[in-house]
């Protein structure tokens, strides 16, 4: 694939990463916060927009997008609950890990005092 039509994409995904910053920069700082979750998302998939590995006609499409970045934010938002899963998971497995930390001081405890 040519270069420069990813190239293009990346220059067009940063330019509309910049405008949304540049509009939220203006909001209070409460609507701020509640977009913070959209910006966190926008700048990592823009940070991915070449480990992407797209075929040309897939860069081709996102390029006539008036908003690619805005396009592929909205399909994240229909995938997110995958991660809302990995989430709930990782939540699950420290808490399993906590118990265990807990336990063994416990155990620790009890062989210090024993001695």
């Given at each position: ?37 959209e910006l966190a998302i ?19 499409g996102l390029l006539e ?51």
């Amino acid at each position: 694939m040519s270069m420069s039509l990813l190239n293009r994409l990346q220059q067009k995904v940063n330019g509309e990463l910049d405008q949304f910053m540049q509009e939220l920069a203006e909001k209070e700082p409460r609507e701020i916060l509640n977009h913070a979750y959209e910006l966190a998302i926008k700048c990592q998939l823009t940070a991915r927009i070449d480990s992407a590995f797209m075929e040309r006609n897939q860069v081709k499409g996102l390029l006539e997008q008036e908003h690619p970045l805005q396009y592929i934010y909205d399909q994240w938002e229909q995938d997110a609950e995958v991660v809302s899963d990995l989430l709930v998971d990782t939540v699950y497995a420290a808490g399993q890990q906590a118990e265990r930390a807990m336990w063994q001081k416990a155990s620790r405890k009890r062989m210090g005092e024993e001695r």
